[in-house]
């Protein structure tokens, strides 16, 4: 397939090529099942809560809004419907899309909208990271919206399941094809994140300051004594045995315990017990 051809390869080189260590193709495949549109009223509030950093390229801004005319333009949809949407007609639609998409997104993962939007929809996802770099929701954002792209061309249009008088816009109806699609992607790269949790040194602790700031620091000590609380967790966390590390960092980062639990295949209950024991081990070695 050329890149001509790849719909997920659209809006101002947002395409996410696969590297070592990204989510296993399982993952990557476009999530089953049909898509359905995310209500009018949810959308217009993602919309009005959009700032400068939710968009990822300049030229997302002035083309956010093409989509409100497209979805007028029958006549453009009928020839794009008689193209079998491909062509430069659906690369151009696929680029409205995608630049539409993206700040959405963003804008969802940065107030966690997209945690409810996607238990709506009966696909619910673990919790969202506090310490996301801007590089990791935007790359997750940038791969997810072209998987939803490939979903809305093929599930979507192409069966005829998007009529402008049914009621659905053409924009809650493409942003429920990425809702579909984000709980896999997103459990791919948290499976991924655990991964690198586990080996000291490839995902450094000290990176991690949302962490360390809410598991460390006390409110009015003195700077000297925050930085050797700090100190104190990070030198804890790397003497762990991998599978408790993984363990101890989702429960920083406020997952439940039965879900960091079940994060290295334990039960909460077996869990526990495990740091009863490695903390009260530990003890007796420093005594």
């Known amino acids: 397939m050329t890149d001509a051809e790849d719909p997920g390869r659209q809006a101002g080189d947002t395409s996410a090529h696969i590297q070592p260590g990204d989510p296993p193709p399982s993952d990557l495949e476009p999530a089953s099942g049909e898509p359905s549109p995310v209500a009018d009223s949810a959308l217009a509030g993602i919309e009005a809560s959009l700032v400068s950093e939710d968009y990822t390229d300049p030229r997302q801004r002035a083309m956010v809004n093409n989509l409100e005319r497209r979805q007028r333009e029958s006549e453009f949809l009928q020839l794009l419907a008689a193209r079998g949407f491909q062509g430069t007609m659906w690369d151009t639609l696929a680029d409205e899309l995608a630049a539409y998409g993206i700040p959405v997104l963003m804008s969802m993962i940065r107030t966690h909208k997209v945690s409810k939007l996607c238990a709506d929809k009966g696909r619910p996802i673990p919790p969202l990271p506090s310490d996301w770099t801007f590089e990791d929701r935007s790359d997750l954002t940038a791969l997810t919206v072209a998987k939803a792209i490939k979903v809305f061309r093929e599930r979507v249009l192409a069966k005829g399941r998007w009529d402008s008088e049914r009621g659905a816009t053409l924009k809650t109806f493409f942003i429920g094809a990425v809702i579909q699609q984000f709980p896999n992607l997103f459990n791919g790269w948290c499976r991924e994140r655990r991964r690198l949790l586990a080996v ?49 960092l989702l429960l920083l980062e406020g997952h439940p315990v039965k879900e960091a639990a079940a994060a290295i295949g334990k039960s909460g209950d077996a869990l526990s017990e495990q740091m009863r024991r490695y903390r009260n081990g530990r003890g007796s070695r420093l005594r």
């Open 200 to 248: 000291p040194g490839l995902l450094p602790l000290e990176e991690m300051p949302s962490v360390l700031q809410r598991a460390a620091d006390q409110p009015c000590a003195d700077p000297a004594r925050t930085v050797a609380g700090r100190q104190h967790l990070l030198q804890v966390l790397t003497d762990m045995p991998a599978d408790l590390r993984i363990a101890s």
